[in-house]
């Protein structure tokens, strides 16, 4: 199965980010797209539903619910994923990411690659423009959401 | 902050374990302890919530809510994270964890100490007996909850 994924799933992404930011959240958004269909959509809902686990990522991939198998899967994610929702791609055998941008955090890439699963950086400007925005707006969430402590 | 916490607060994890295994989901409990008290329990909820996202852990994790820092906060879990957990207590800083057993199930112990986190394993055999009569009884919902294809 071929790195199947379309311009609109990355825009399905950025635009659950967008929601999210304008709710005060953080503007993290995820898309699951299995044989070039949009299986689900999530976003980070720490602010949201009061969640520290649920990043973009884990929201998307709790929305998709159960499946036999992630192995035809892509998941789109408009930042690098952090080490819980690498870790979620490796456990559950996603092979193939797509990451918005990875400058305004740099996740957890190499342990990605490392664990063979195939990562495309889109270095996505809009992407970057919403987290610039959030954190310059919410600097503690943000902190807070990466386990840092200001 | 020495690693505080005792045998009741192992107690708590196995009995959700136990309380999981009536329900018939999978048989993972988890405890968040902090400065020796008992802040949140978790299970696993994949079966009863539909949820795959929400192993023992991270269910701990939700359950807790939002958190500033958990550098003193020790994750006991009744089996060996897996790798999405394991990147969790990574991710949200936390330095200990006691594991029930990881017979069942060897987890990713390499994972958490190669990035400095303090790993206890108990080698519990009441954990252990959970584990081993679920993957008896349900071995298709094991296998999916680690991402295997039967």
Redesign the interface.
Known sequence: MAFTFSPDHVDRAREAAAASLAEGGVPIGAALVVDGELVAVGHNQ?VQH?????HGE?DC??N????????DAVMITTLAP???????I????IRRVVVGEAQTFSG?LGLLRSRGVDVVVLDDPACRDLMEQFQQRYPEVWA?D????L
Chains 1, 2 share one sequence.
């Open positions: 720490r009061g969640d520290p686990t649920a884990i991939l709790r998709a619910g159960r499946m036999r198998s992630y192995a952090c080490a819980m929702c690498t870790g979620a490796i456990q559950f055998g957890e807070e990466i386990g840092e402590v």
